[in-house]
């Protein structure tokens, strides 16, 4: 009975008869000290009756050395010649293993990652999500050396750098790490908790640690951090294709190996959006990136427009409205690899690994913009949708910033445009000044200015010169400055003086400010400054309505601003504008500019002015080169406002081209005056015809004046592109146009000058009026 663990027989008394040694291993009795002691006294407790009628059950026996030894027992009744048990055969069992502790199942169980080291970094324990990490069984990495079971990387050293830190400082440690676990290919995020294991005595005897992998929240944390930097780095400009370039640089390489942004071609002009339809769509390449330098995967060139298949994921993702996902073995996606590599066969090799890509749609507003694609090659984790979301919420804020930047850049082309058919396009003839001019968009967020500058040609071959700044930036603002533009030349073809003239302008200002619906009048207000130069007494009259002072740079070659009344803006009201006069010499250059040239946040108006004057003396071939010169010296690389440069050169009309008659207020002077007026023409040259009209006119209007006007009257011819005559009296009283009856003996003449001459009018004089009237010459 050796290999049953413990047996022992008992008589039918309870007497025991018989000992194993495996009794006496178990109990401690030898067998010369239990064979007939009763069974009794070798247990630690009666048995229940269960056990004694079953004959088998739970016992607890009494060890030699007093310690209880529980067993499990079986006893086979020994029968006699009459049937009845003359004995017992009593077996034990061995004891089985006692039920692992709640702990120990804890651990097991856990479905975080738990392992126990020594203090030689030898692993001691793994649980089961240990083991599935790790890839293989507890029993193959038992007694072995952590560095001996991973890659020899980083991260590895990192881990087993903390490890060593807890067995040598006895302290708990914290540890977060992004890595790729040994039975996966896929890059995981784990928090890992080490700390000391103690004995009873408090002496260390290994290492701890749990692993919680924390991929999900990790990602989600990346995602948000996306989005979060996708706010501040996308939308930086208000231009369409660095817009879309952000979108990828944002994507690649965390997001994708490759992205692109393909834009309809409407969204690059100034079209309305046109209704999509199923089939094929056309799309233009604005921006794409990629992991690898050179992005050799793109199978379309920066700026080519490409067809896209009804098929392909981007058509799909148009047409649906939503993010598409496409996987490699998918029967579109196969086909649409397929298609890149025969339209693009040099980057094949770049795409061979393409096992992921997605597609989304960017809408604003309503309205389908283009498509952003992302493409994953080495990234191991294909989309899924959870990155379909993702890309759907950068793909509507790219969206907005791509559709605010269209919208701006319409709205740019469309007040540009308004603007150059406001401002002269040919300066008009005229022999007054000789002229050049520039004018500058600003480039800024704010959009396009009010900035706008003019030149008339007045009677008596005068000029008047004129810039003007409306205050604020787009479309209202160019609209604005067309009413203005337009006023002026209204109230200059009145021949009003400047300050006159800017006093009228203020009115219009603040009228339109009250139309608008009662709008503050600053947010319509502008200034402006009027300059009206007479090339026969080389007079210039200026005044300005808040406006910078002109510069001039005098023949002797110095330069200077016009010491002046600088006046309110305009739309104030209520205030008087100021004319200022100065005679200059001939050759004199005049600049008007907008305060665009000179002033900027970041810069000192007043060393800006001085650059500018110092800028007007360079010597240059012509006055258009001025321009350039002046605009590259004072303007900074990006001017943040519009700039209008307005440029004259002074000329003089001298004696032998002006001649003046005084008259005496007696028709009998008529004849006399008409008589040195031909002899005049006769000296210049003109033909008969010239002379025949000229008679004709001054007979007319020198008889009106000495019949209607008042003394003192005075005649004067004027030999310049055209024959200006020109007839004065002290009278305000202006003459005008009407229909002679046929039995009235006056009022044709006046109708009879506006026939025979190419133009005719009155202007106030501070003495009274003046009326002239042009005839052209011959070439």
């Known amino acids: 009975m050796e290999h049953v663990s413990a047996a022992a027989v008992l008589d039918g008394r309870g007497m025991v008869t018989g000992w194993s040694e495996g009794a006496r291993r178990l109990t401690g009795y030898a067998a010369e000290e239990a064979v007939g002691r009763a069974a009794r006294e070798l247990l630690a407790h009666a048995p229940s009756p269960d056990v004694l009628a079953a004959l088998e059950g739970d016992l607890v026996l009494r060890h030699r050395d007093g310690s209880p030894v529980p067993v499990t027992v079986r ?170 370039e952000e979108l990828v640089e944002l994507l690649v390489p965390r997001y994708a190996d490759f992205a692109s942004v393909d834009l309809l071609d409407w969204v690059l002009g100034a079209d309305e959006p046109p209704p999509l339809h199923d089939g094929e769509v056309v799309l233009r390449r604005v921006a794409h990136g990629s992991a690898t330098e050179g992005t050799p995967e793109a199978a379309v060139h920066l700026g080519a427009a490409d067809v896209y298949p009804a098929f392909s994921p981007p058509a799909k993702a148009l047409l649906q409205g939503r993010a598409v996902l496409g996987q490699a073995g998918e029967p579109d996606f196969v086909r649409w690899v397929a298609e890149r590599n025969a339209q693009a066969p040099a980057g094949r090799p770049h795409r061979a690994g393409v096992h992921s890509m997605l597609a989304v749609p960017l809408r604003a507003r309503g309205t389908t913009l283009g498509v952003a694609v992302g493409v994953r090659i080495a990234h191991p984790d294909a989309y899924a949708e959870d990155d379909a979301v993702l890309a759907e919420e950068l793909a509507s804020r790219a969206a907005v910033c791509v559709d605010n930047a269209r919208r701006f850049a319409r709205e740019r082309t469309t007040a ?99 139309y608008e619906g009662g709008e503050e009048v600053a947010e319509l207000g502008a200034t402006c400054l009027y300059a009206v130069y007479d090339p026969v007494s080389r007079r210039l009259t200026l005044a300005a309505a808040g406006h910078p002072a002109p510069a001039l740079v005098l023949p002797d070659g110095t330069a200077r601003l016009v010491p002046m009344a600088p006046g309110p803006p305009l739309g104030v009201g209520g205030l008087p504008f100021e004319a200022t006069e100065l005679d200059l010499p001939e050759g004199t250059v005049v600049a008007l500019y907008t305060d665009g040239l000179i002033e900027d946040r970041d810069r000192d108006v007043d060393r800006a002015t001085v650059e500018l004057c110092r800028s007007l003396t360079a010597p240059a071939e012509s006055l258009d080169a001025l321009c350039d010169t002046v605009l590259k010296a004072v303007l900074p690389e990006e001017p943040s406002d519009d700039v209008a440069l307005l440029l004259a050169r002074t000329r003089v009309l001298g004696g032998d081209r002006v001649a003046t008659w005084d008259v005496a207020p007696d028709p009998a002077h008529v004849a006399v005056t008409r008589q040195a007026a031909t002899e005049r023409l006769a000296a210049w040259g003109m033909d008969e015809e010239v002379a025949f009209v000229t008679e004709l006119v001054v007979s007319e209007l020198v008889t009106n004046a000495i019949r209607y006007g008042e003394p003192p009257i005075q005649l004067r011819l004027i030999r310049d592109r055209t024959l200006i005559c020109e007839v004065s009296d002290g009278s305000s009283t202006s003459p005008h146009l009407r229909r002679a009856h046929a039995f009235d003996e006056g009022g044709r003449g006046l109708l009879l000058v506006a026939q025979l001459t190419q133009r005719w009018g009155s202007r106030q004089t501070g003495r009274g009026k003046t009326i002239w009237a042009e005839q052209a010459l011959p070439d």
């Open 416 to 514: 540009l445009a308004l603007q150059h058919s406001l401002l002269p396009r040919g300066l008009p003839g005229q022999a007054a000044v000789e002229v050049a001019h520039r004018y500058l968009p600003s480039g800024s967020l704010a959009g396009i200015g009010g900035d706008w500058f003019d030149v008339i040609p007045l009677s008596g071959s005068r000029v008047a010169l004129v810039v003007g700044d409306v205050v604020g930036h787009g479309i209202p603002s160019t609209a604005t400055m067309g009413r203005l533009c337009m006023a002026v030349r209204t109230l200059a073809d009145v021949d009003l003086p400047p300050d006159e003239l800017l006093t009228h302008l203020d009115d219009l200002v603040t009228h339109l400010a009250a």
């Open 75 to 244: 006893a086979s009744a020994v029968l006699g010649r009459d049937g009845e048990p003359g004995g017992y055969v009593v077996t034990t069992e061995r004891p089985r293993p006692p039920e692992p502790a709640l702990g120990a199942r804890a651990f097991e169980q856990a479905s975080l990652s738990m392992s126990v080291f020594d203090t030689e970094q030898r692993y001691l324990r793994l649980n089961g999500a240990a083991c599935r990490v790790m890839g293989v069984p507890e029993e193959v990495l038992l007694g072995r050396h952590f560095p001996d079971t991973v890659e020899d990387g980083e991260h590895s050293r990192g881990f087993l750098g903390k490890l060593r830190q807890v067995a040598d400082t006895g302290r708990p440690v914290r540890y977060e790490s992004f890595t790729g676990a040994p039975s996966s290919n896929r890059e995981h995020a784990w928090n890992f908790e080490m700390w000391p294991v103690r004995d009873e005595a408090g002496e260390m005897t290994g290492v701890a640690l749990a692993g919680f992998d924390s991929s999900e929240q990790y990602w989600a944390r990346q995602r948000l951090a996306l989005l979060n930097e996708a706010a501040a780095a996308i939308g930086t400009t208000l231009d369409v294709v660095r817009t879309a």
